[in-house]
C-alpha cells in the first residue's frame, strides 16, 4: 500500500495512515508460501478431470478455517455466478472454486508432511518481523511447549490412521490425536504453533503409537532446523523421562518438564533428608499477598541406573496470607538453577499450561472448531484439514503480531468474535480486489474503494 492511498481512498489523513503504512505484505507472501506449497501436492489424477488445480484445491480448503466460514466457498461460488469473480480469486489467489467433493477426494491421498515448509515460513515471518523477539526468554531462548491432544473420536467413523482402546465390556472407540508442539512465553497472550506430528499406527511397531514416540519423531524431524531459537522444551511429567530428554539434548535443545514426586522415585530419595537451599517472594495479586517459595537441587541422577542423565531439580509453591499451599509443582532441566535462575525458570515452567488455555482450548472453542469433522476421509484427509486449521491459527497470530491494518480492525471491532463475524458477512455480498481494502473497510467502516 503506497502512503497516501487511504488518503486518497478513504478521506483518511496521512498522519494516521503511518502506523497503517505497509498493508498486509505479511498476509499475503505467507498465502503465496501456501500457494506454492499446494501447487506441488500429489495429483492422483490421470487424464481426467483436471479443471482445477491442487493449488486451488489446497486453498479452498485453508479459506474455511482462515475465514472461520464453513459456508465460505458456497457463498463466494454464488459471488461468481452472479459478478464473474469472487473473494476466492482475489484474497486467495485462486483460479476456480473447486466443489467440496472434488476438495476431499483430492486432499485425502496428501501426507499432511507436505505443509511443514508452510510452518517454516510462518516462523521466518515472525523472525523478520520482530515478533519472535517478545517470546524470548532467559537471555535469548524460546519456549516450545510439546503436549498431545485428540480431535477426533468416533465408536463408528474410521479409517487406517485412526487409534483405537476399549470402551466397556464389547465397544470399541476410534480416534486420532497429535503431538504438538508450540511456542508460548510466561506473559504473552499469543502462541505460535509449529508442525505437529500425528500420533497413527507406525510400520513395523505392534504397539500402538504413543505422545512419547510422537515427541522423540518430532523433535528428530524438527528440532535441529529450530536450533537456532536456543529451544527450552516445555512439556508434563510424560516427558520427563531418560529418551524424551536425550532426544532433546541431541537436537541441540534444552529442557524443562514437569517432575512429579510420584513417578520420579530416585529423585525423590536424593531429596529426603536434605536442607535444600530457599528462597522466598513476596507477590501481590490485587488486594491478596502471596508468598512464592522456592527450592532446588543440582546434579540429580534422573533415574536409578549407572547410565542416567543427571539432571537440576527445582520446585515453586504458592502460599496465600493464611498459610494455606494454593500450588505446587516441581521441574527438571538441564538449565544451570541457582538463586539467580529459579525465579525465571519457575515462570517458564509454569507456562507449558499455555498450550492447553491459548492453543488446544482456542483451537476447539473459539471459532476453528478442532473436533468438529470436517471430513474423514480413507487416508489422511482429517490430518490434512487439522493442518491447515492450524495454519489458519498461525497465519492469523503473525497478523495480531505483526501485521498494523490487521490489528486496527480488530481494535475496531471490539472483540476477535464480533472480528470474524464481520469478516465473515462482509465478505458474503462485497468483492475485496485485496487484503488491504478489506482490513481497512473493517477498521474504518467506509465503501470499499471501486474496483479500477
Not at 458456497?74 to 476438495?103: K, M, W, Y
Not at 496428501?110 to 523478520?128: C, K, N, Q, T
Not at 519472535?132 to 485428540?150: N, S
Not at 537440576?312 to 538441564?334: C, H, K, P, Q
Request: hydrophobic residues 40%.
Amino acid at each position: 500500500m503506497k502512503k497516501g492511498s487511504l488518503e486518497r481512498f478513504w478521506g483518511i489523513p496521512a498522519a494516521t495512515e503511518i502506523w497503517l503504512l505497509g498493508g498486509m505484505e505479511i498476509l499475503d507472501r505467507l498465502i503465496g508460501s501456501l500457494r506454492g506449497c499446494c501447487q506441488s501436492l500429489p495429483d492422483i489424477r490421470r487424464g481426467g478431470d483436471a479443471r482445477y488445480t491442487m493449488a486451488d484445491i489446497g486453498l479452498s480448503a485453508f479459506s474455511l478455517f482462515f475465514m472461520q466460514s464453513p459456508s465460505f466457498l458456497a457463498h463466494q461460488r454464488r459471488l461468481e455466478e452472479g459478478q464473474g469473480r469472487s473473494n476466492c480469486q482475489t484474497l486467495f489467489g485462486l483460479d476456480r472454486i473447486p466443489s467440496d467433493n472434488h476438495v476431499r477426494a483430492l486432499l485425502d491421498p496428501v501426507s499432511p508432511d507436505h505443509f511443514h515448509p508452510v510452518f517454516a515460513a510462518v516462523l521466518a515471518e515472525l523472525e523478520g518481523s520482530g515478533g519472535l523477539e517478545a517470546f524470548r526468554q532467559l537471555g535469548g531462548h524460546v519456549l516450545i511447549a510439546l503436549d498431545g491432544t485428540e480431535y477426533h473420536v468416533s465408536n463408528k467413523v474410521r479409517c487406517p490412521q485412526c487409534s483405537t482402546r476399549k470402551r466397556g465390556k464389547n465397544g470399541t472407540e476410534y480416534f486420532h490425536a497429535m503431538l504438538s508442539a508450540t511456542i508460548v512465553a510466561p506473559d504473552h497472550n499469543r502462541v505460535v504453533p509449529l508442525e505437529p506430528e500425528f500420533i497413527v499406527p507406525q510400520d513395523g511397531h505392534e504397539k500402538q503409537d504413543c505422545e512419547s514416540r510422537a515427541v522423540r519423531r518430532w523433535l528428530e524431524r524438527h528440532g535441529r532446523r529450530h536450533a537456532r531459537l536456543k529451544p527450552i522444551y516445555l512439556g508434563d511429567d510424560l516427558f520427563s523421562r531418560q529418551p524424551v530428554c536425550a532426544a532433546v539434548r541431541a537436537a541441540g535443545g534444552h529442557f524443562l518438564f514437569v517432575c512429579k514426586p510420584s513417578s520420579h522415585q530416585t529423585i525423590e530419595e536424593y531429596l529426603t533428608g536434605i536442607d535444600l537451599p530457599m528462597l522466598t517472594r513476596p507477590v501481590k495479586r490485587g488486594r491478596e499477598r502471596f508468598d512464592y517459595r522456592y527450592r532446588w537441587l543440582s546434579d540429580v541422577p534422573l533415574r536409578g541406573d549407572a547410565d542416567a542423565l543427571t539432571v537440576n531439580w527445582l520446585m515453586v509453591e504458592i502460599v496465600n496470607a493464611a498459610g494455606d499451599v494454593t500450588y505446587r509443582n516441581s521441574f527438571i532441566t538441564d538449565l544451570d538453577v541457582g538463586p539467580d535462575t529459579v525465579v525465571d525458570l519457575a515462570a517458564c515452567g509454569r507456562a507449558r499450561w499455555k498450550i492447553e488455555n491459548e492453543s488446544f482450548n482456542v483451537l476447539k472453542t473459539n471459532g476453528y472448531n478442532l473436533e468438529h469433522n470436517f471430513g474423514h476421509g480413507k487416508n489422511n484427509l482429517s490430518a490434512v484439514f487439522v493442518s491447515l486449521n492450524l495454519l489458519a491459527f498461525a497465519f492469523h497470530t503473525v497478523c495480531d503480531l505483526a501485521e498494523n491494518l490487521w490489528r486496527g480492525a480488530m481494535d475496531k471491532m471490539g472483540t476477535r468474535a464480533r472480528f470474524f463475524e464481520n469478516l465473515r458477512s462482509i465478505t458474503t455480498f462485497i468483492i475485496f480486489p485485496t487484503w488491504d481494502d478489506l482490513l481497512a473497510t473493517l477498521a474504518f467502516a467506509r465503501p470499499p474503494p471501486t474496483a479500477p
